[in-house]
């Protein structure tokens, strides 16, 4: 089986698992906000009562934990392609 067909059928996974990283990864983050002492919902930057330090590291935990499942979702996903095609997409 050719790398094309690998990529083709990674497409509609890789997506499926794109959003579910979403997901996992808001859950994620809103369990280690609580667990981190601050309010059960995490700053928006746009609020005025909060300051800049708590906002960005808000931003700057949200991102680590969002790039950490997305890798694991995406690594598990071209390992699961393989498994069926013969072939790991590029």
């Known amino acids: 089986m050719s790398s094309t067909v690998a990529k083709v059928a990674y497409k509609p996974v890789g997506l499926l ?9 808001g859950l994620i983050f809103k369990q280690v906000w609580k667990v981190a002492g601050h309010d059960d919902d995490a ?8 300051g800049w330090t708590e906002i960005l590291l808000a931003a ?5 934990i969002f790039a950490v499942v997305k890798a694991a979702v995406d690594r598990a996903g071209a390992a699961g392609v393989r498994k069926a095609t013969g072939q790991w997409p590029d």
Not at 43 to 50: F, K, V
Not at 60 to 64: E, I, L, R, T, Y
């Open 17 to 25: 698992l794109g959003a579910g990283a979403g997901v996992i990864s």
């Open 43 to 50: 700053p928006n930057a746009t609020d005025e009562h909060r």
């Open 60 to 64: 700057a935990v949200q991102g680590a």
